[in-house]
């Protein structure tokens, strides 16, 4: 499939953020208007809680630098190698790749890399706002390639922010006591739009160069104000960002790299809070088109299931400090320690194989973007609620107590303290004491610490709560269908020939659908 080629907007910048360094340099001396703690910080990249979710965001420039084939593609619409992450995928291959690439970064990193969001946001968006363009000819469509040729020529990151704070849950947008409880539309001029409101728990927002703010759920026709998408600086006027601490964050504030468990890496998700913030018309995607908010928000739901994948990256890096410390412990090849390394492997890999069974039965839209298999994504997603708990369980089991019980690194550093330390918490005779320290660190980070934000709780909650995946799996799972193929088997009377074959357009038609589909258009 291909996608017309696009001339680029006016917003790009003359030189292209091309390696880590550069991106950390590229969010030096913004005016951003950041809370932590109580303060207002003053540089965010300098700051040490904020610097680990930075390092961790730069490993996707770092990884296209090394690994173009895996964290690059070519863009139509500028004609030159991109970042995937802004790239719009037009074949089934194209969505594997995506998972490899989000695999990968999870395995360098031990944590949410935070650039997924944006990638989710623009494929989504884009057969979204082709439907939209088609249905009721406006032209959101023109304006969003735009968006994305300049986005990509500069190679920024582009964050996604969907939900919304929400207030009174039983309670649709403008039936809300305070209408902010929702973005919205405040105010129309000439120009564009101003919009106000907050969104909750915002992943790599302050790492971002712009935002995409989205409606977060099916809205009607008395929403329609609510029913706004557009693209904004995040360092734009009248946004706050109120940054979320995590569990042990105050390690990274002491300066203390073992007792961080994984000093160089963290995510980030902060509150966004919106005060009349200007969106010109050139970069708004939807403007009161209430019934596209729930393609939208589906559409996109459905990628970023799948691009949970990344846990199993992350997976990977708990599996090998489980088997670490079992080497340092001297006990290896005991075989109920093989057998918990087994299970957990088994699992870590069933997140992997939902996520990327999606992306293979992904599908064609009308616009040429590819859609991930809906079903499939939603599996994985409802998977990644569960398996990384029962891994870190097994983890933890492998550790030992004294992974929380472990003294601090100051001990270790005190002359009478430290000597004792040493020779007590000595495992195998040839492993240095203190890189045993550092592996039970590392899986205390995992599944109590910093990074138990990403790899557990984000998890759970994070592209929706788990009810959300079992809704869409309900949805979807053709339980009349299923009933005839047992009836039939029983020797049940079924009703003529149709029980016998799947409902047109639902998932086992895509089961049954040959794999490679490009003319289904
Ligand atoms: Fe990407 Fe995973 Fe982080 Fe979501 S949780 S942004 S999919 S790394
Ligand atoms: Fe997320």
């Not at 990884?63 to 190698?81: C, V």
């Not at 129309?188 to 728990?201: I, L, N, Q």
């Amino acid at each position: 499939m291909t996608l017309p080629s696009q001339s680029a907007g006016d917003d790009t910048p003359a030189v292209p953020i091309q390696t880590a360094a550069d991106y950390i340099e590229s969010l030096r001396g913004r005016s951003l208007r950041v809370f932590l703690f109580g303060q207002l910080v003053e540089e965010p990249v300098d700051h040490p809680v904020i610097r680990p979710s930075i390092n961790a965001m730069a490993e996707t420039y770092e990884l296209a630098r090394q690994q173009p084939a895996l964290a690059t593609a070519h863009s139509p619409f500028t004609g030159q190698p991109v970042n995937r992450f802004l790239h719009i995928a037009t074949s089934a291959e194209e969505l594997v790749m995506q998972n490899k690439m989000q695999r990968r970064l999870g395995q360098r990193t031990g944590t949410c890399f935070q650039r997924c969001v944006g990638m989710d946001a623009l494929n989504s968006l884009y057969s979204t706002t082709y439907d939209m363009d088609q249905q009721l000819g406006t032209d959101y469509h023109a304006r969003l390639v735009a968006f994305i040729t300049m986005a990509q020529r500069a190679n920024l990151v582009i964050g996604g922010a969907m939900t919304d704070v929400k207030g009174d849950r039983s309670k649709a947008p403008h039936q809300q006591a305070d209408p902010d409880l929702f973005v919205h539309v405040v105010k129309r001029t000439d120009d564009g739009v101003f919009v106000s409101g907050a969104k909750a728990h915002q992943t790599g927002c302050i790492n971002s160069h712009w935002m995409i703010i989205m409606p977060t759920m099916r809205l009607g026709p008395e929403d329609r104000d609510y029913a706004v998408i557009g693209a904004v600086p995040v360092d734009a006027e009248g946004i706050t960002y109120i940054y979320g601490r995590q569990s042990c964050d105050m390690r990274a504030l002491h300066g203390e790299s073992l007792d961080a468990g994984n000093a160089q890496f963290a995510g980030q998700e902060a509150m966004v809070i919106l005060e009349n913030v200007f969106i010109p018309w050139r970069y708004l995607f939807m403007d009161g088109e209430f019934e596209f908010a729930a393609p939208l928000v589906e559409r996109f739901t459905c990628y970023h299931r799948r691009s949970y994948v990344c846990k199993s990256g992350v997976g990977d890096v708990l599996i090998g400090a489980a088997a670490t410390i079992a080497d340092y412990n001297g006990v290896p090849k005991v075989s109920h320690i093989r057998d918990k390394l087994v299970e957990m492997t088994h699992l870590n890999e069933t997140i992997y194989g939902t996520g990327i069974a999606a992306s293979y039965q992904g599908y064609p839209t009308q616009s040429g973007v590819y859609q991930p298999d809906d079903m499939l994504a939603n599996v994985c997603k409802h998977h990644v609620t569960k398996l990384p708990y029962e891994i870190g369980r097994l983890a933890q089991d492998l550790a030992g107590g004294l992974m929380v019980t472990l003294p601090s690194e100051k001990d270790l550093d005190n002359p009478e303290a430290g000597p004792l330390l040493r020779k007590y918490l000595k495992g195998r005779p040839e492993i240095d004491t203190v890189d045993r320290m550092r592996i039970l660190r590392l899986i205390e980070n995992m599944t109590l610490g910093r990074n138990a934000v990403g790899y557990l709780t984000e998890s759970m909650h994070g592209a929706g709560s788990p009810q959300a995946q079992r809704i869409l799996i309900g949805r979807q799972m053709e339980a009349d269908f299923r009933k005839d193929l047992a009836k039939r088997l029983a020797g049940v009377e079924v009703d003529g020939e149709a029980g016998g074959r799947p409902p047109e357009g639902g998932y086992m038609s895509r089961v049954f659908a040959p794999v490679d589909r490009k003319e289904d258009g």
